[in-house]
């Protein structure tokens, strides 16, 4: 693994050794002393060209604690904000000697753009592209669905799982990163959205579509992971007509909630749109795991940076 | 100028069908037959097994100038068309000040002629500013001395109906052409790419087959109910052919164009995120491809025209909903025809000669270009070797812009001579300065 830009380039194998490590990360943390010397004298660049505290903080504390050290470069404020293009700062960060580029862009693609395009050597992790993916948040989310539907088995996949995601596909990074990785765990995965919130095109995921929340639900999946509604991205509108009848037809609410089987996890990537998507309540419920999926985040993200970056890694992988 | 030299073309295929000599003299073909005698002061130039045609002609090409001189002049646009074989190129209108007055559609016709390198026919613009709102002064461009007969907002939709309706009538009193880029554009708000399978696993903002498709069934509708005659640019999907199909089965005075980058490359391509393929309209699918091969290869498609669009470096080096749409392709439009359909038996030599010079030739009212090969016509030709290949390298084109999707492929047939009336502005690939 040279890069972590997209779920489609891992295979089984590699996407459960990221698991695995991650799980051995988590132990670590556990203990008194959690700060690793496994990346001492490394500099790991976060490149934020969107505003993302909660990602950059998980990439930040993740880096800290594998004793790397962090460079946040983000938009506001600095020349990126003044027309320096992604090739210019990619440059510079190659010209400071840094180890490797946490990248989150909303252009779609900018991640392998700068694995690719030859502006810089270094590993790439893809903290989010546009509506393309964003592998860490699928990789923490199956990390933490794994904790429950499987664990004490670190090198276990998700065969056989059921899992629902509901909402705004069309503009879900999340949404594509999670059917991606899911599916190759061998999960089933059912997508319930909107007619307009599914992308023209999507027929051809590994995964089923359904426009009925409730007929989903009804299947008794094993997680519900809920999508933020990204209104900020919808251009053109009319994607639904007001948020009382999405919430109404596709809001996970309490009564939704409460007629799922026990062992249900409910799930979201945050941030929450509350009373919106996800019932308050629900959000705080018990089958919520959405705070342990941020911890997961840190663990996962670890992981990731131990793969590209110790040099022990590297060699395994040799 | 100088006077066009004497030259006699020894042994090319005509239309590539049999083989005949070719004299020109004073700037016109002055005789075709076999072993014609070399008058005294003749060049004789051997071009046994090469393909000869009337010269090329491009009805839509952006020069750039005025304005984009960074991307593209008239001077380095035109030796681009030269090295591609054309000897006539029209010019589109979107530069800055835009064409849309008499006086800029003069400057760059002015601009053309004393470039040289071939013929340059100013598009001018239907709607002030290509924004949509009003008419430019059409009548003052045609009666120009530029005499404008192609009007194209390219790189913007006429979309209001009543403007659309009103431009199409008013070109009829001058015997003038709107060449509509169909798009909608309130369905291709922020679009980045052809919507189907492709985006949406790329996540990018999808490009309806449906905004190109309405438009130019609404516009075949205006163009029969006023009785104009309409060309629609650069279409690209196979619902688009099959509405054009059908108005020319009506007898509706349509005709259409395909650009040679939507006869290869499909969305597969974007898959790397590489902005060289983003382009307007956008590459489709691999069954759209199929459809408008199929649709030059029987008529219903009039013209190859390249839509050449240079771009800087930095306007292309980005990420790719920021970087700029377009593609060069006036170095490359020969061999990509070639080898999509000429070498798979879809269209033969003198098609090519049709649907590359003469069709795009009558489109445009240009008089002297896509004339037969015959004595008494302009010195207009091209001798065209189909059997080397080259790999393409933007670093050894005329352009002035590295913007070639092409980069990297091995494609068939190499200029061997591009004469504009008499003067031979390329031999053997190399620019031939006057
Ligand atoms: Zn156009």
Request: charged share 20%; with cysteine; net charge negative.
């Amino acid at each position: 693994m040279k890069h972590m830009i997209s779920i489609a380039d891992l295979s089984r194998e590699e996407a459960i050794a990221v698991l695995a490590t991650a799980e051995h990360m988590a132990q670590t943390q556990s203990r008194s002393i959690r700060k690793l010397p496994t990346l001492v004298g490394t500099t790991v660049v976060n490149l934020f060209f969107e505003d993302s505290t909660r990602t950059r903080i998980s990439f930040e504390a993740a880096a800290k604690r594998l004793s790397a050290d962090v460079i946040n470069f983000s938009a506001k404020g600095s020349s990126v904000s003044k027309g320096e293009s992604l090739k210019d700062t990619a440059l510079t960060l190659q010209a400071m000697g840094a180890d490797a580029v946490v990248v989150r862009s909303g252009s779609s693609g900018a991640a392998h753009l700068l694995a690719h395009a030859g502006w810089i050597d270094q590993p790439i992790v893809n903290a989010g592209d546009g509506a393309h993916e964003h592998p860490t948040q699928a990789l923490l989310d199956t990390f933490t669905l794994r904790r429950h539907l499987r664990p004490g088995e670190p090198e276990a996949g998700l065969d056989g799982a059921h899992v629902v995601i509901v909402g705004d596909v069309l503009h879900s990074r999340v949404a594509r990163s999670n059917v991606l990785l899911l599916t190759l765990l061998g999960a089933r995965v059912t997508l319930v959205a909107p007619p307009a919130l599914v992308p023209v095109g999507a027929s051809a995921w590994p995964c089923e579509i359904t426009y009925d929340l409730d007929e989903a639900l009804g299947q008794g999946p094993d997680a519900v992971m809920m999508l933020r509604v990204q209104r900020e991205r919808m251009v053109g509108g009319g994607f639904f007509p007001t948020a009382g009848e999405y919430s109404r037809r596709y809001g996970l609410s309490t009564a939704r909630a409460a007629a799922l089987p026990e062992h249900t996890r409910v799930m979201h990537p945050g941030p929450m749109n509350r009373g919106f998507e996800i019932a308050g309540d629900v959000a705080d419920g018990p089958r919520s795991v959405i705070v342990e999926q941020v911890s997961s985040g840190v663990f996962v993200r670890m992981a990731v940076l131990y793969h590209l970056l110790a040099t022990d890694s590297r060699e395994d992988a040799r | 100028m100088t006077t066009a030299p004497t030259l006699l073309l020894r042994g090319g295929l005509l239309y590539g069908e049999t083989a005949a000599d070719l004299l020109l003299e004073g700037g016109e073909i002055a005789a075709v037959g076999t072993d014609l005698e070399a008058p005294a002061g003749a060049e004789v130039i051997d071009v046994d097994g090469c393909v000869v045609l009337p010269g090329l002609v491009d009805l839509h090409t952006h020069l750039r100038e005025p304005g984009g001189e960074e991307a593209e002049t008239v001077e380095t646009g035109t030796r681009a068309a030269a090295r591609g074989g054309y000897t006539a190129v029209h010019a589109m209108a979107n530069t800055t000040p835009t064409a849309d007055t008499a006086g800029v559609v003069e400057q760059i016709a002015r601009a053309g002629e004393s470039a040289g390198w071939c013929t340059v026919r100013p598009v001018g613009a239907v709607t002030v500013g290509l924004a949509g709102e009003r008419l430019a002064e059409l009548d003052a461009m045609a009666s120009s001395r530029a005499r404008v007969r192609v009007f194209s907002d390219d790189g913007k939709c006429v979309h209001d109906p009543v403007l659309m309706r009103r431009a199409l009538e008013y070109v009829k009193s001058f015997d003038g052409v709107i060449a509509q880029h169909a798009q909608d554009p309130r369905l291709t708000e922020g679009a980045q790419m052809h919507e189907g399978e492709v985006s949406a696993q790329l996540g990018l903002a999808g490009w309806p087959a449906v905004a190109e498709e309405s438009v130019i069934a609404r516009d075949v509708l205006l163009a029969h109910h006023v009785g104009s005659r309409l060309h629609v640019c650069h279409l690209s999907t196979a619902g688009s052919v099959d509405i054009i199909r059908w108005a020319k089965q009506r007898g509706i005075a349509v005709t259409a164009e395909v650009t040679p980058h939507h006869l290869l490359l499909t969305d597969e391509s974007v898959r790397g995120f590489d902005a060289r393929y983003k382009v307007n309209p956008p590459l489709r699918t691999q069954a759209d491809v199929e459809a408008v091969r199929e649709g030059l290869a029987d008529g219903t498609i009039d013209i190859v025209a390249t839509d050449h669009a240079p771009h800087p470096a930095d306007a292309k080096d980005r990420e790719w909903d920021q970087a700029a749409m377009g593609m060069t392709g006036l170095e490359t439009a020969l061999s990509i025809v070639q080898s999509t359909m000429v070498d798979r038996e879809a269209l033969s030599w003198r098609d090519v000669a049709r649907v590359m010079s003469e069709t795009p030739a009558r489109i445009g009212r240009d008089e002297d270009q896509g004339r037969p090969l015959e004595a008494g016509s302009p010195a207009n030709v091209l001798v065209w070797d189909p059997r080397p290949t080259t790999v393409v390298d933007p670093a050894v084109h005329a352009s002035r812009s590295m913007n070639s999707p092409f980069t990297g492929r091995e494609l068939p047939g190499r200029n061997r001579l591009t004469v504009h009336r008499g003067r031979v502005t390329v031999r053997d690939g190399a620019l031939v300065e006057g």
